[in-house]
């Protein structure tokens, strides 16, 4: 462990996302042991794969969680809301959701609110709000949040990973503005066992990465060390 830093079993934290354009049914089935061996919270796969993983992992205790307009979130509502419910019906019980960064740039804050708060309603299962949090100012990243929460979400989550990493000063501005009602989900460019402990502390509630055996062997070989 790092100096000063608690000790945390940071497996229970991780979503170990297989978020590659490439993958293929046989990376989705490994991707799914991995998550059981180490005891992630879940396997986060594209839609295509969410019924594969499901049958893969069914009765187990990682869940299945996928991503919905990603990782762009300019979709429409109406094709947005679609990706949601047939993932909810093939499974999935987590969902990713990006947001319309256009809508709450462009102050259209009623339908930005809307089309987060119609997943929510009609899947019934439990919504990461991605809100992209590299690309908005401290004041977007709050309404962006505040919007996310009254409409249902139980996660924002920081980052698709595409376009800017999760940072510790964004996590704590998050759960200042959250004020401990919907979980934090960091993702994006987590490289470290040191850093999922950063995120953590700062109050991160779940971890996006795709490289979780390797944090977790990570701390084996500093308890080695």
């Known amino acids: 462990m790092a100096a000063n830093q608690p000790d945390i079993d940071i497996a229970p934290f991780i979503d170990h996302a297989l978020i590659d ?103 019934g299962q439990t919504i990461k709000a991605i809100i992209e949090s590299s690309m908005l100012s401290d004041a977007e990243k709050q309404l962006a949040a505040e919007l996310c929460m009254e409409a249902g979400a139980a996660y924002i989550k920081t980052n698709t990973g595409f376009f800017g990493a999760a940072t510790v000063a964004d996590v704590r501005l ?27 502390v700062a109050g991160a509630t779940r971890l996006g990465t795709s490289r979780g055996p390797e944090l977790i062997r990570q701390r084996e070989n500093l308890d080695k060390s």
């Open 21 to 123: 354009p490439t993958a293929t049914p046989e990376q989705v089935e490994n991707c799914c042991q991995q998550a059981e061996r180490f005891g992630f919270a879940t396997v986060c796969v594209y839609p295509a794969y969410v019924r594969q993983a499901v049958e893969l992992l069914h009765g187990k205790r990682p869940k299945v969680s996928t991503v919905i307009g990603f990782p762009i979130g300019a979709t429409t509502s109406t094709v947005k809301l679609y990706e949601a419910l047939e993932a909810a019906d093939n499974g999935a019980v987590e969902l990713d959701v990006c947001v319309n960064l256009g809508l709450l740039k462009a102050g259209k804050i009623d339908e930005f609110h809307r089309e987060i708060a119609e997943i929510c309603e009609e899947t």
């Open 174 to 200: 998050l759960k200042e503005i959250t004020k401990g009602r919907v979980g934090i989900k960091a993702a994006g460019g987590i490289r470290t066992h040191e850093q999922a402990i950063d995120l953590i």
